[in-house]
């Protein structure tokens, strides 16, 4: 089945500087990857997301960018806000796995003020 | 629209009790996951229900864990008997192809 790795597990910024979450899947039949960011005592809530056939995407302070041949992706997150301070998923679907998805470790990001 | 709506928010149960959890997803949304979410870790895939029918329940340790979606609405996730490492957070998920997947708020288990 597919497997999701993501670094760092923690991650501590100041505030405005850039933050970068890297993961890697292991399925080549993946082709839908989500970002989610989960705040304390509520669940999993999407921010972004990437399918296959694009190899970039950005929404205002958050990017993802994708590489099928290294099956990695990340999140960039810019001009970092204290309010962005969560933990946040990465995960991966295959399409050979029923349409679940695989949700990396986590990481949590802290941002300073 | 709605979220996707989980209770209780919070059980406290000893070991060996039996627990009970409810999901009541998106209005029309066909296809319904639950997740267990230990602590420190990213949600695991307990079970998919495409309406009221099973898609995936290989990662559900059925000795002690069921689940149902008897009208292909609402959903409840059950544990008889519960274990130590039971205790975690049950996410509930609905899914349709316009919106894509949207969690409920989970339902924290600490088993004592």
């Known amino acids: 089945g597919e497997n999701v790795e993501q670094h760092p597990s923690t991650l501590s910024v100041q505030e405005g500087d850039s933050a970068v979450i890297k993961c890697t899947y292991s399925?080549?039949?993946?082709?839908?990857f989500p970002w989610y960011k989960q705040e304390l005592g509520k669940g999993p809530q999407l921010i972004i997301d990437i399918r296959s056939n694009v190899g970039e995407k950005k929404d205002q302070r958050i990017a993802v960018t994708l590489n099928k041949t290294a099956k990695h992706f990340s999140l960039h997150i810019t001009e970092t806000q204290p309010e962005d301070s969560a933990v946040y998923f990465c995960?991966?679907?295959?399409?050979?796995?029923?349409?679940?998805?695989?949700f990396g470790g986590g990481t949590r990001l802290m941002v300073k003020p | 629209e709605a979220g996707v709506a989980q209770s209780p928010r919070y059980k406290i149960i000893e070991k060996r009790q039996s627990v009970a959890f409810w999901c009541n997803p998106i209005s029309g949304h066909a296809t319904l996951y639950w997740y267990q979410q230990i602590l420190g870790q990213g949600p695991k895939l307990l079970i998919q229900?495409?309406?009221?029918?099973?898609?995936?329940d290989s990662q559900l340790p059925k000795d002690r864990f069921s689940a149902e979606r008897l009208k292909g609405v609402d959903s409840t996730l059950k544990i008889q008997p519960a274990k130590l490492e039971d205790s975690a957070v049950y996410l509930c998920?609905?899914?349709?192809?316009?919106?894509?997947?949207?969690f409920g708020s989970g339902t924290r288990l600490t088993v004592v």
């Open positions: 995960a991966a679907r295959s399409n050979n796995a029923g349409n679940m998805l695989t």
């Open positions: 399925d080549s039949a993946s082709n839908y």
């Open positions: 998920a609905s899914r349709s192809t316009a919106s894509g997947y949207t």
């Open positions: 229900f495409q309406n009221n029918g099973v898609v995936d």
